[in-house]
């Protein structure tokens, strides 16, 4: 398992006896890659299907059905903002604009490219502080268009500073 | 006996004190004793006990929970439980409260559980999302090792049992009970035929039981107070409390703990405060994304349990009441329920996959102006031939929504595609 550090190598081997079958721990081992490198790369993906014994495929097709699995190198912030049913009523849409506007402006005044991201992602659980959302893995309640430039700013200027 | 509708407080009754979620405070209110109990009894009274409460299950489909625990093979041999913490069901956040407020409440009635069907481990399977939560969780299972109430012979007892927590990862579809076991044992979250059914041929094909969070948690409470003291609450059919998780435009959303049985307009009207200044009611969704929407009228005088639900010809699912408000386009409400499905659709099926993707298609074409007044029967074609043909309920579950915003928003619908807009 060459292509992992040894910290992490520590952190693999640790799950690799914690349940009753050895595949089991694929799903928190991919956990603890995205942790560490912030994305899940194609070399890991090899890496463990070596570990594991299986062919590739099988350790792709875990790491691809399951969303929140990052297989592409992400902006340093993601956000995951909540566009289902509540988030929608209470004002997700005006607030989601808001961040792509500020991206957009980061981008077009800095001229380097935006350490956020944004996706839309279903129900994240607490519509009763709808609209919410997670920027990696801190979590935002009543998030509308009135105090989203505040939360997003910190992580752009951040970037800029 | 009489049935009661008064408030209870069973998986809430750690509201308002401090420091509710430490295993200190847990006992100091008499945590654990449950289990000690649960322990000097044979494991078959105690299955009597949980049938004999009516307690059905709380994550959607309301199968009894005793019933489920009795399907388990008496046989020794490698059994598993597991709990359903993937909450996951658009509306509903009634878990997440249980993990804020009480987690040791949801670890013991795991532990009399596992005791009850002859389980030597068991799982917390949490979705990611809720990062907070399954630190609190993990903490709270130390916690309870430490102090003996898991690991070997919790009481001095033969009875010993090893318990992790394992973390999703944005699957809608590991909801249901044979998609998680599927994720748990690290593959797709894809489900499988029953049967068997898992209480048979579960996790790695051994008897496995799947319960719901709030099923569990309600546990202790029955095995202190008796399978009549938990029957007397809610109506004949569906006894007990539950959480309701009442969301959107209304003064104080949140989840509250009401007897099955209790009124909707007092949920509504008194418990959430109303609707926000401004805000009309139009419509509610009683329980979660998948039951059909109901229109005020049908809202009139409806009662809070599976029976009255399913009687207006939507269901009480998981207890998320989602309230819809005027200002709300039902196209656009509809079109984020068809990407919802279209998005979590495992694939296996061809109904799901298709009956999905060919609805959240002409939801999309509707709201781009693209589409055609016959386009809305069209949706109900497609929803009626999704029904009963799949592996999963997931097929099932688009399928109803989409049929009731049809019936009972057809209009608006057809107003929309005229005019390219929302009116």
Redesign the interface.
Known sequence: MSVFSESIVTKINGYLG????K??????I??ELQDEYGWIKPEHLKGLSEEFGLPEVQVN??AT?????RLEEPKKYRV?FC????C???GADSAMAKIRHMIEDFEKKTGKPSPVSLQG????????G?PAM?VN?D?FLKVTEHNVQEIVSRYLDEASA | MGNTTDKVKILTAFEGIANSRALATYQNHGGYEALKKALTMAPGDLIEIVKNSGIRGRGGAGFPAGLKWSFVPKAEGQKFLVCNNDEGEPGTFKDRYICELSPHMLIEGMAIAAYAIGAQKAYIYTRCEFYEEIAWLETAIKEAYSAGFLGKNIFGTAFSLEMDHYSGSGAYICGEETGLLSSLEGKKGQPKLKPPFPAVSGYLGKPTVVNNTETLASVPWIINNGADAYRAIGTEKAAGTKLFCISGPVQRPGVYELPLGYSFEKLLYEDAGGMLPGHTLKACIPGGASAPVLLPDELKGLTLDYESIAAKGSMLGSGAVMIIDTNTSMVRLMEIIANFFHHESCGQCTPCREGTGWIANIMHEIVSGHAKEEDVDRLAVIAKNMGGKTICALSDAAAMPTMAIVQKFGDELKAYIRKGKAS
């Open positions: 914690r349940y009753e079958t595949r089991s721990s694929i799903l928190p991919l956990h097709e875990v059905f399951y969303s929140m699995y995951l566009d289902n049913i509540v929608h009523m209470m992602v279903p129900c994240l659980g607490v519509c009763d709808a997670l893995k979590r």
